[in-house]
């Protein structure tokens, strides 16, 4: 069993960056994949990030390429995601989840444990 805490939302401006951290606890991460997630109010969850159990291979989507970057630390079991460049539609809460396999994931099935999320709100 993973335990997932995920930190550093908050309210930024347009414009501004932030950087989130998902903590792992009473289990390593280092051979998990690793995405962040994110849903606003009255939308679906939507996919934002995955990388790979050595952070060679990572994947966006659309919305946030260019402006996000994902990045772990498996010494420390942490995952992070860097948000620059931040715009009001990135307004969500946003999740960090372990899948338990190596190979990166674009889909909220895929993966096996949850974080209980962050909010992150844009004004604009």
């Known amino acids: 069993q993973v335990q997932l805490v995920e930190s550093g939302g908050g309210l930024v401006q347009a414009g501004g960056s932030l950087r989130l951290s998902c903590a792992a606890s009473?289990?390593?991460?280092?051979?998990?994949?690793m995405g962040w997630f994110r849903q606003a109010p009255g939308k679906e969850r939507e996919f934002v990030a995955t990388?790979?159990?050595?952070?060679?291979?990572?994947y966006y989507a659309d919305s946030v390429k260019g402006r996000f970057t994902i990045s772990r630390d498996n010494a420390k079991n942490t995952v992070y995601l860097q948000m620059n460049s931040l715009k009001p539609e990135d307004t969500a809460v946003y999740y960090c989840?372990?899948?338990?396999?190596?190979?990166?994931?674009?889909?909220?099935?895929?993966?096996?444990?949850w974080g209980q999320g962050t909010q992150v709100t844009v004004s604009s």
């Open positions: 990388i790979s159990w050595s952070g060679g291979f990572t």
């Open positions: 009473r289990r390593s991460i280092s051979s998990y994949a």
């Open positions: 989840a372990a899948r338990g396999q190596a190979g990166a994931a674009m889909r909220d099935y895929e993966y096996d444990y």
